[in-house]
Each structure stands twice: as C-alpha cells, then as structure tokens.
C-alpha cells in the first residue's frame, strides 16, 4: 500500500527556520516524483514544486522559488520542504502527494495527511 | 503561467445531476484531472485524464472535455459528495510544472 506521511503540526516563531518531511513507502521511493502543494487557511490548492528523489532533480513553482527548498533522501525514502526564515504567511497546511504519468496522463494519485504550519509570535 | 477557472459554489438537490466545469488554456494540451477536499482532510484524486476514475470512487463520478474546458458530472448526487472540487493541470508553459483550479463547493441540498 502506497503511503505517504507527514508530522501534523508545527509551530514557530518568525524568522526561525522549518524543514518539513513527507516519508514514504509501499513503492519503489526513486522511481516517482513527489509534489508539495500549499493551501492557505480557507484557500485553493497552491502547486510549490516538484521532486524527483533518484537524482534530485527540483523544479519549482515561480511563485515559491527561492522562498522554500525541496529536497529528499532516497536512503530513508523522505522528501523535505524548508524554509529558511518563516513569515506569518507562510501559515498554512501543506501536502506532499506522489506524481503518477504515462504518455497521456498526469496527476497526483497519493497525497499525505499534510502538516499544518503555524507561524506566529 | 496558466491559469484554470472554475465556479466559486453550485449546490445539487439530493440524487440529483451537477456537472462543475473548468477552464483553462492548459487543458487544449494536458488533461484535467480532478480532487475531492472534504473539511479538515487532503484532498483525493476523483478523476483523471479524460474519463477515468481511480479505485475506490463511486461510478456516479465521470468527467468529459474538449478545447480549453473540462467537466466533472456527478449523477445522483449523495450526501457526502458535499465538498470542495479542484482541478488541475500541467501547466501549458512547457516545463514540468503545475495548476490549480481556485475550487469549486458542491452543496448538496
């Protein structure tokens, strides 16, 4: 079975910095890219960036790049989303979900139970 | 970057048929696919591509397109088909990057 993990909350202070973490397992961790979507309190699905754990290769939303860093360990099959120094804004849930494609498909099927970012003084 | 419009609410009496559309320059090249977020849970893939749905999802579930528009249709509407509605799709700007439809809340009456 296919699972993908996350802490359910944090909770930090402005300025300090987060490294969230989405573990997954029931399938081979390198072979499928995995996602990290934002959705702010009472908002849509916002797409941040895209992984691919075999090689690293990173790909981000122009909305999110240089705000946050995505990365993973295929040794401990775990992807990570980071921020470096957290705002008020950054305030949101946020999912990791496996990427599944084909020549014709292409869409996310897994998704974590997603970790609530709280950042507040 | 592409953007996917939908309708911000529709409400359906129960058992009864609601189609929720999407929008977007994206979907004359990339299929749309489509979530369901109930309240304080992730979202889950409901349909994708044109017309396929995942195990597990009820076959009152179809979808259908063509051009710049795609459809989710749910006949006969139950109860806990009461949610929110995202699609989603690569996004047409040629690198692997994606959108979000802003959702749509299905109320079942």
């Known amino acids: 079975e296919v699972q993908l993990v996350q802490a359910g909350v944090e909770v930090k202070k402005p300025g300090e910095s987060l490294k969230i973490s989405c573990k997954a397992s029931g399938y081979s961790f390198t072979n499928f890219w995995i996602g990290w979507v934002r959705q702010m309190p009472g908002k849509d699905l916002e797409w941040m960036g895209i992984?691919?754990?075999?090689?690293?290769?990173?790909r981000y939303s122009p909305s999110f790049q240089g705000q946050v860093t995505i990365s993973a360990d295929k040794s401990i099959s775990t992807a990570y989303l980071q921020w470096s120094s957290l705002k008020a804004s950054d305030t949101a849930m946020y999912y990791c979900a496996r990427r599944e494609s084909d020549n014709f498909y292409d869409y996310f099927h897994h998704w974590g139970q997603g970790t609530l970012v709280t950042v507040s003084s | 970057s592409s953007e996917l419009t939908q309708d911000p609410a529709v409400s359906v009496a129960l058992g009864q048929t609601v189609t929720i559309t999407c929008r977007g320059d994206?979907?004359?090249?990339?299929?749309a696919n489509w979530y369901q977020q109930k309240p304080g849970q992730a979202p889950v893939l409901v349909m994708y591509?044109?017309?396929n749905r995942p195990s597990g999802i009820p076959d009152r579930f179809s979808g259908s397109g063509s051009g710049n528009t795609a459809s989710l249709t749910i006949t006969g509407a139950q109860a806990e088909d009461e949610a929110d509605y995202y699609c989603n799709s690569r996004d047409s700007s040629g690198d692997l990057s994606y959108v979000f439809g802003i959702g749509t809340k299905v109320t079942v009456l």
């Open positions: 994206s979907l004359r090249i990339y299929y």
């Open positions: 591509g044109k017309n």
């Open positions: 992984i691919y754990p075999d090689d690293s290769d990173t």
